[in-house]
Every structure is written in structure tokens, then in C-alpha cells.
């Protein structure tokens, strides 16, 4: 995929493309869908499939106060457009001047002019310019004008799904439900830093992770069931995401993994966790002995997962 980022100069340099816009944050099974119908479109018109999209949230530049986060870093959401099909992404800033731009600006000069786009195609529910003050005909007309198809891309079926949904299922721990509309297990990706090596007294090393991306979005407190992969190394693990309230009363969140089957020392590599079940909620309790006994339990069941 060919990234370009557009700046005030750029003209392109591209015969032409059909384009679609959005932020696609996670690249989850919607927007598949519609770079799905892209793709087609491009085919069946000899153009390339191409996105439009922004380096940062549109809602973090109009609400700046706005706690956000994110599905995907930056590098992961090029990858999914990427391997979902996508030949070229468009990235142009969001600022509060682009913003006030108007629908028939925005097609007309911004994407037709400069961008070369030959045929528009609009998510079912997406509007766009100043305002959102236009709709689906009035984003017609003025590609009509300038010489622009445009078209409505098809809802798919079954459940509506949005990265606002995603974010709400992950922040109440229902990984699986979460991952079914990403179409893939949500994953953070942090360095093994130095922990307090509690766990290992207990017979449960963990490796507490700084998460790489900070705005990145942290799934709800507990336990989860999780692949762990280091390197080209992947192996089953217990994440368990909260403040240790059993033997801590900072009330720090703290993200660490118990690697089964795992005996190295690997301060300073990173891991990426994929988040594949949720096994219970964090909880007190009474005795660090209580609390191995209820690990036990734990790893018996992230084993059975693994059978």
C-alpha cells in the first residue's frame, strides 16, 4: 500500500482512484466490508482502491478535552487497510480549518481536484463536511458537477458494528464479543520492564508490561485468557490487567502476563498479547495462599483452552 501524505502542494500523481473515507480505527469487520466494495468497484472501473483518512482522531482535534482511545496504533491500522485490499492511503491532516470546510468544497476541490478521485463511495451512515450539513443527494449533485461518481456502499449484514461499540465491549472485558466484530483478537503490545517479582514467589512470574502505544485502549480489569507471542515464539498466557489490590494499595493499574510453560529472563523485548477470552474479575484476597489458589485454578483453565 503507498502512503501519501497530503500536504497544501500536493497534487496527484495518480491516474485516478475510488476512494472512500474514514477514520478506521481498528479496521474492524465494517470497514472490511466496505473496502471490500471498494475493491470490486476499482476493479470493475481499472482504478485504484484508495482511503482517505486523518493522523489523528477527527474528536480529538474538535474535543480536545475528550478522554479517547484508541483500537489501533498507527503502524497497526496501515497494516489491516493494507491487507485488507486497500492500494493507496491518502493521509491529510484534520485541523479545526479543514473541519469548517463544506461538502461541496471538500469533493469538489479537495478530493476530485487534488486528490484525482474518480468515484466517491460513501459508507451507508457517513456524512461528512462543515457541519455534516449535507447529506447522500447533495453529495451527488456536486460529483455530478465536477464529473465524480459517487455511491452508497451497502450495510452489512447482522449486527451493527462501530469502534465506539468495540471500545465499550473491551472496556467491560468481553474480549470475544469485541473480537468477533474486529474479525481478529485484540492485541497490545508493550516492553518487559521490572517488576517487584512477587509472582515468582509465588510459582506465577509475570512480565509487567509498558504498553508501547499510550493511547491505545486497555480492556477492562481481570483476568484473560491470551496468546503471547515473542518474536516468531508464541505461547498461551494469563494477562491479568489491574491495581494488585490483593498486595497493593497505590491503586496503579498495571498490565502483566504469566507465560505458560516459560522460564527466561526478557526485560527489554517486546510482547504482543492477543486477548482471546475473558476468565474472571479481579478481586481481594485475604492471604497471598488464597490468592495461588485461585491462580491454580486459573492456569487449569487457560490449559483447557489450549487442549
Request: hydrophobic share 40%.
Amino acid at each position: 500500500m503507498k502512503i501519501i501524505n497530503v500536504n497544501e502542494a500536493y497534487r496527484s500523481c495518480f491516474a485516478g482512484s475510488v476512494a472512500t473515507i474514514g477514520f478506521f480505527d481498528g479496521v474492524h469487520s465494517g470497514h472490511r466490508f466496505l473496502i471490500q466494495q471498494l475493491k470490486q468497484i476499482a476493479a470493475d472501473r481499472g482504478l485504484l482502491a484508495s482511503v482517505v483518512t486523518f493522523p489523528f482522531h477527527p474528536q480529538l482535534v474538535l474535543n480536545p478535552q475528550l478522554n479517547l482511545s484508541l483500537l489501533t496504533s498507527w503502524d497497526e491500522k496501515m497494516q489491516l487497510l493494507s491487507d485488507a485490499g486497500t492500494e493507496v492511503c491518502f493521509v491529510t491532516p484534520f485541523t479545526i480549518e479543514f473541519s469548517c470546510m463544506d461538502a461541496e468544497s471538500f469533493i469538489k476541490n479537495f478530493l476530485h481536484e487534488k486528490l484525482n478521485v474518480q468515484h466517491l463511495l460513501i459508507g451507508y451512515d457517513h456524512r461528512f463536511g462543515r457541519n455534516r450539513e449535507a447529506g447522500f443527494d447533495e453529495y451527488l449533485q456536486y460529483g455530478t458537477e465536477c464529473g465524480m461518481a459517487v455511491s452508497r456502499a451497502k450495510e452489512l449484514e447482522g449486527e451493527h458494528v462501530s469502534s465506539t461499540i468495540i471500545r465499550r465491549l473491551l472496556q467491560a472485558g468481553c474480549v470475544e464479543e469485541a473480537n468477533e466484530m474486529l474479525s481478529y483478537n485484540y492485541v497490545l503490545e508493550g516492553e518487559v520492564i521490572d517488576g517487584n517479582k512477587l509472582g515468582r514467589t509465588i510459582g506465577f512470574p509475570t512480565a509487567n508490561l509498558r504498553i508501547l502505544d499510550g493511547d491505545k485502549l486497555i480492556p477492562g480489569t481481570g483476568i484473560y485468557f491470551t496468546k503471547v507471542h515473542l518474536g516468531d515464539e508464541t505461547f498461551s498466557g494469563m494477562a491479568y490487567i489491574g491495581s494488585r489490590p490483593t498486595v497493593s494499595d497505590r491503586g496503579e493499574q498495571r498490565v502483566e502476563v504469566h507465560i505458560l510453560g516459560f522460564d527466561r529472563e526478557i526485560y527489554g523485548e517486546v510482547l504482543r498479547v492477543e486477548f482471546v477470552r475473558f476468565i474472571r474479575d479481579d478481586r481481594t484476597f485475604g492471604s497471598l495462599e488464597e490468592l495461588k489458589v485461585q491462580l491454580e485454578d486459573d492456569r487449569k483453565r487457560v490449559l483447557n483452552e489450549t487442549c
